[in-house]
């Protein structure tokens, strides 16, 4: 089976603009969760969707926001751009969101400019 | 909110030697997982071990083994028989059993082995 994919891998933006993020979850898995990693902050949650629906949000203003679609593939967005949004964007998926393992994708490397 | 601890931001460890790695993490809930995950310079996270909190003994995975004392509140990880390619960032990780799939992680221990 293939493993999480996430595209593009690096991505850089100027402060200000927008960007959006795409997570393909391995096939079967209904579940796609995102982090957002820094050297500062570590990990922390965006967001989870299950079904199209979002089951959970971290503490992330409104510019951050996701959707999923039918074939559970995953697109995450930032809207106006800050400095300190530049970071390793994580997205993970299981089959289930009850189910107790999570499987990591590459990451996209967001630099903000 | 659930909190996870790792106050060791890096460590060393001689090839062939073992070493421990700690997380202690703070939660009201009494039903629980607790994950290390491994993350090497390539950045894909990789799951090491689980224990989920109800079960008292300590999880093994081939030279991966945990010491999990719950009402301490502590998770630490130990490496045996290290060897190069261990060296990567660890992360100590809590996910409720009722919450879905919302890990909470700790900030990290960057392991070094050195031959």
């Known amino acids: 089976k293939a493993g999480v994919t996430q595209t593009p891998r690096y991505l850089i933006k100027t402060r200000g603009q927008q960007v959006t993020l795409s997570c393909s979850p391995i096939?079967?898995?209904?579940?796609v969760s995102w982090y957002q990693q820094t050297p500062g902050q570590g990990l922390q949650f965006l967001f989870e969707y299950f079904s199209e629906t979002q089951r959970n949000k971290g503490n992330f203003p409104g510019r951050f926001s996701g959707r999923q679609f039918s074939n559970s593939r995953s697109e995450m967005n930032v809207s106006t751009l800050e400095l300190g949004d530049s970071a390793l964007y994580l997205c993970?998926?299981?089959?289930?969101?009850?189910?107790?393992?999570?499987?990591f994708g590459p990451g996209t490397r967001l630099t903000v400019t | 909110a659930q909190t996870v601890t790792q106050s060791q931001p890096e460590m060393s460890v001689q090839e062939a030697e073992t070493v421990t790695l700690s997380c202690t993490y703070d939660?009201?809930?009494?039903?629980?997982?607790l994950f290390w995950y491994k993350q090497p310079p390539s950045r894909q996270m990789i799951l090491v071990i689980r224990?989920?909190?109800?079960?008292?003994q300590n999880a093994t995975e081939n030279r991966f083994s945990v010491n999990f004392q719950k009402a301490a509140k502590s998770f630490s990880l130990k490496i045996s028989d290290s060897q190069l390619g261990d060296a990567a960032m660890y992360f100590c990780?809590?996910?409720?059993?009722?919450?879905?799939?919302?890990?909470?992680f700790g900030t990290g221990t960057s392991l070094t082995v050195i031959p």
């Open positions: 990780a809590y996910r409720s059993r009722n919450t879905g799939n919302q890990f909470y």
């Open positions: 224990q989920e909190a109800y079960k008292q």
């Open positions: 939660t009201s809930e009494s039903d629980y997982y």
């Open positions: 096939s079967g898995h209904r579940s």
């Open positions: 993970a998926s299981s089959p289930q969101p009850t189910s107790y393992e999570q499987y």
